[in-house]
Each structure stands twice: as C-alpha cells, then as structure tokens.
C-alpha cells in the first residue's frame, strides 16, 4: 500500500452525502460549482436541495476545493418489476451472419425476438469489456485489459457506415468469417485478424467521419484518449507495459505524449471502433432490458492498469480464501486498488467504470459484490493461503453506485455468491441492490427466495441441467484431470428429484422444464434461464480450474444458431413457464 507500519494514511477523498442524511457542516463560507456551472454561496452547511451528481465545494478561507458527491438513499428499481428473461453468452450466440462468434447484431435480434415474441424482460450478458488489441485474444471475459471499452470482436461489420459501399472487398471477408461459424469452438484469433482488416479497410475510406463521433470523443474525453494511446502502444511494442520502454510506461510521461501525437490516426482508429460498438449497443438496448456484468477487476498488464498504475497496489493480486471448493483457495491474478489511493482520486476509476458498465443497459451484474467491502489479497510468489482481507471504503462506494444507477435508470445485481461477511446482505438489500439466489446452492424452495433477488437454476460457471443429470459434467472433469465431487454431485441430484418429483431416468428436457417451474414460484423481481439450458447443453460455458488446451472455456457456440433457437420448442416452453409466474 505504500504506507509505513501500520499507520494508516489521512483520509483526503470527496465529501459525500446521501439524501436523506444529516447535511454536512461546513466550517465558514464556500462555493459550490454545480455539474451544470452554476455557483452557489454556502455557509456553515449545504443547502438541502441539492441536485443529485458531481459538484465541487471550495473554502473561501483558501482552503482548496473537493469533490462533492450527492448521491440517492438507495439505487434505482423500478416499482412492480417482477420479471424474466435469458441469461446469454453473447460470444455464444451465432447467425447466419456471424463472423465466427456472436454479435451485437446477434444481440439486437435476440433481444428483439424475445421481447416481441416471448415477452421477457430481460437479457443478462456475460462482460463485453476489451481484451488486449493483439493475438492470441483472451477468451475469459472476466481478465479484460480494461472494463471502461469493450471488445471489438462484437462488431457487426456490415452494419458499420461504408460497409455496404465497400461491396466485395467485404463481403469476401465476410464469407470466410462466417465459415469460421461452422465450428462448434471459436477461433477468436481467426476473428480478430479477419474483422480488423475490414474494420481498417472501412475506416481507411472514411468511415470515420462524423459529428457523432466528435460529440462521443467530447463525451468520453481523457479516458478514451488513454485506451487508444495504450491499444496503439500494446500495437506497437507488444504485451507487457512493464518491459516497454520507460518512456511508455507511464501514461503522463512526455514519451507517451510524442507517441499519441506521432501515431494520431491510429489513436483515431481505436477511437471510432469504440464509437461504432457504443452506437450498435446502443441500437441493441433499445430492443430490451440489457444487463451487463461488471467483473471484479482487470488484466495487470492491460490498458486500465497502465492508466490507473498508481492507484493500484503492486505485487499483490486478488483471490479467495481456501475453502471446502479449493482447499488451496484462489488467486484470480487481478492488481486491486489501494483503498486511499482511490479515495485520493475522488473515485475516479470506479465512477468511469460503472458508469461505463451502465451505458445503454437497464441494469447492471457486480461480479463479487463483496468487493466493495473487502478484497483478499494475495502476494505475489506466495499461495491464497499466505492471503489477507483488505477493507474498502463501502459507504462511499456504494453512494456512487446508487448515483449511477439513479440516473441511468438501470437495476443493480450483486453477485454474492461465496464468502460473504456478516451484514453484508442486509447492507446491500438496504441499498436495493438485487442477491443473486442459485438453484444449485439454495437449500431451500425458489419460493423461500427473497424478492429482492435475481433467482437462476445455475451460472455459467456451475453444471448445466443436463450436464448434471446425465453425469456428463462429472465425466467432463475427469477427463481433463480434476478431481469430481461426486458425493456432492449426487447429492445435487437428490435435491433436483426432490423438487421436481421426478424420477432419477426422467429425460433432461422434463428435469429442465420442472425446474424451471419450481423457479417461477420465486417471489424474486427478476429470474434467468441460461440459453446452455434453453438448448440442452451439456457443457457448462467455464469449468474452473481448467484452461488452455485442457478445455476451451469461454469458447463453445451454442449447439443452435440463433434462427433455430427462434423455432425450438424448448427455449419457447421456459419463455412460457418464466413469463407466467405464480404471483
């Protein structure tokens, strides 16, 4: 943490208040600059009307300015939701027009689908956030290079200005991404290579041109200057910012400034890829409630760790205390924030992050909610064993989440599954911010759930219904070497029979449909089927434990593309059973 001993540093973030709390005092007169420019007069105490946003209050005594939050008592959710929807892969989700993974367009016409045909409510999406801007391409969502921009690979192409114009150049281009579709594993580097030399060839002829993009590089301002100076570098010199030239290093060091100046177009062509995914994610929100997922950190050695280096602790990664899952524990190779830093930054990092997350959706997943309140550290060359909780500043943090989430209208999902500190679920069910409850783990009847909840049969890293009916989930991991839990499998099994009162020889199509059932008598406001399970899937998206060429996670298509999923029976059967739940 850069602090000696154990002293701990002075606290120097913003003043923040919450509505409906006492108003802070203000020692003598100040002014307070509005987000909008207007000036107010204070003195010895806030007005109570305060607009809700990001204002700063000055001392006139000279004593410097601060950031000043005013943040809702709670975040966003509105009255009588009481919903389903589909929890989506969208790399998963494949089309006739599919260049070899799924897309937003992809999105928009399931999004579409399912509200007009389906009536739901919703679509949860794994995290859309950038990888690295260089082959091999990350295939876990949740090691991102930053979580502020998201992933090219899930641009339609031909929906682009200047596509149709650029006439066989990229249909040529086209024709073999979506041969690549024809696989049932995806080759993102395949992808990678065949989208950016059309998205280079469209924007060499100008389809970069727009006043739309001005008002987005205004809105997006430093930040997105910094991941297109990073991706420009990564281009450059490679992974690894660490062992680039020192001048490289540091986004503030004048070497960077030469470099982006020196490399402008390119800095531009990141810039507009980042815009055109902005516009058809946008086009794809307008089709349905969109919730996105926010993981819980990001790669070391990606565009916000180069950008945000000194707030971040060094050596250290975050993980998970050993448990009866991993008796070793986790280490999940995310640099944290150090507490005070991030305090003394006013928040900065975490505002563009949710904010970036909440963009075009009508909700938002935390990945490990609890990261608000602690983080376990784990030093570098050492085990999760040799780990130690950090605490966070969680009132300030989840004041800025309620704010975010007040003004772009969206829910808030906490995953907050695992190890959970005491009064952490009462603080976020005080905060309106949904539990996430799983058939899997839940000893008790979906109709015990509390509402305030998001109830799901499984996730994307649990066995799928099939994959644990038929034994095929177990089987799985003892083929790539990791030890199966087959007391516990079979005991998940005996729960499953319980609920459903089927028999242990049902078909997985009548286990799925039961279960499902079971989950609508959930009181919960929202409630997810997996499209793994809509289509019969055996494997589960991620198998823990596992990577590289043990197993491709991240990386299977559904078994369907999307024009059959729209005609199957059995995606249609759970749109049915989750859009007439038991009130």
Known sequence: MGVPGEVAPPAAGPLIHRRGQPLPVIHGAAEVTLEDGAVLRVDGGLPPDLPLGYHELRLLDGGGAERLVVAPPRCHLPEELRTGGWAAQLYALRSRDSWGIGDLGDLRRLAFWSASELGAGAVLLNPLHAPLPLVPQEPSPYFPSSRRYRNPLYLRVEEVPGAWQAGLDVERLALRGRALASERQIDRDAVFRLKMTALEALWTRGAGEASDLTRYRDREGRGLEEFATFCALAEHHGSGWRRWPAEHRHPASPGVARFAAEHARRLAFHTW??????EQLARAGRA?????DLAIGFDGEGADAWAWQD???QDVTVGAPPDDFAIEGQDWGLPPFVP????????GPFIETVRAGLRHAGGMRVDHVMGLFRLFWVPAGATAKD?????????DLLAILALESERAGAIVIGEDLG?????????????RILSTRVLWFEPGPPATYPPLSLAAVTTHDLPTVRGLWTGSDLREQQAVGLP???????????HVRELTGLPGDAPPEAVTLALHRQLATAPSVLIAATLEDALGVAERPNLPGTSGDRRANWSLFLPEALEAIEAHPLPRALAAILGHRAS
Request: no cysteine; aromatic share 8%; net charge positive.
């Open 288 to 292: 349905l409630r969109l919730i996105t």
């Open 311 to 313: 707030v971040l602790a």
């Open 387 to 395: 780990g130690a909780y950090v605490r966070y500043p969680a009132d």
């Open 419 to 431: 190890t959970v500190a005491p009064g952490v679920r009462e603080r976020l069910l005080a905060e």
């Open 273 to 278: 890829l980042q815009w055109q995914l902005d």
């Open 484 to 494: 199966p839990n087959v007391s516990g499998t079979e005991a998940l099994r005996s």
């Open 340 to 347: 005070h830093r991030l305090q003394a930054a006013s928040y």
